[in-house]
């Protein structure tokens, strides 16, 4: 970093590690989603269904972290009957309260659709602080509240009350679930700004002009 010309960090943690590193121009560009790819029109409407689904998307390595939120997957799912799903988690973690579905990218989206919220547990650790929250991004895309760790980037996509909520302790977590499970209208709230908030700050159509101006000037100028 120390010889590059422009360094595109995702989020300012990383922004920061660039620049004690002896990065000399340095950008935050946050992670992105094509709007084209997804439709809040296609969502199915929250409370439609009796059924109510928390959802998470990721992979194996992971999947640990809804660890984190084994006791209120327990007890929410027994008292509650919230139905857990957790997309692309593998093996790891079928001994947990939760549905494991395979992920592809092929319906990746369309497997969004089908939460009424998205979560994001995270460790407040070194690598998770370095994380760009692209599930919450993807969740917010599709229309749906979330409920996250407040950490790192999450702190800054998440804004709590109005989008989502971010949530430490199990009671925390405990609490946002059911505010959400209880309230339809609440969540339809969310999950509008949660999309509105995705087109204006977290888009390919919004930050890839942007990118594309960085490297031109990068290629023209060097430093700045």
């Known amino acids: ?44 409407h929250a409370g439609t269904d009796a059924e109510f689904v928390v959802g998470w998307i990721g992979s194996a390595i992971t ?31 079928t001994d947990l309260p939760l549905v494991v579905k395979t992920w592809n990218e092929a319906d990746e989206v369309a497997q969004i659709y089908g939460f009424d919220v998205g979560i994001m547990p995270l460790l407040d650790a070194l690598f998770e602080r370095g994380k760009c929250g692209y599930k919450l991004i993807q969740y917010m895309a599709c229309g749906k509240p979330v409920v996250a760790s407040p950490v790192g980037m999450n702190t800054l996509i998440v804004e709590h009350g109005v989008n989502g909520f971010l949530a430490e302790t199990p009671r925390e977590w405990e609490w946002a679930l059911r505010t959400l499970h209880a309230n339809p209208r609440l ?38």
């Open 1 to 44: 970093m120390q010889t590059a010309t422009l360094v595109i960090a995702g989020n300012p943690y990383l922004a920061d590690r660039a620049n004690k590193s002896g990065a000399r121009w340095v950008e935050i560009v946050p992670t992105v989603i094509d709007l084209n790819k997804y439709s809040v029109a296609a969502t199915r």
């Open 63 to 93: 999947a640990m972290y809804l660890r984190l939120i084994d006791e209120p997957m327990w007890e929410l799912s027994k008292t509650d009957g919230m139905k857990f799903i957790a997309v692309g988690a593998g093996a790891s973690v």
């Open 187 to 224: 969540r339809g709230e969310m999950g509008a700004a949660g999309r509105k908030k995705v087109e204006t700050e977290y888009s390919l159509q919004v930050m890839g002009p942007r990118v594309a101006e960085l490297l031109l000037r990068a290629a023209k100028h060097g430093i700045r």
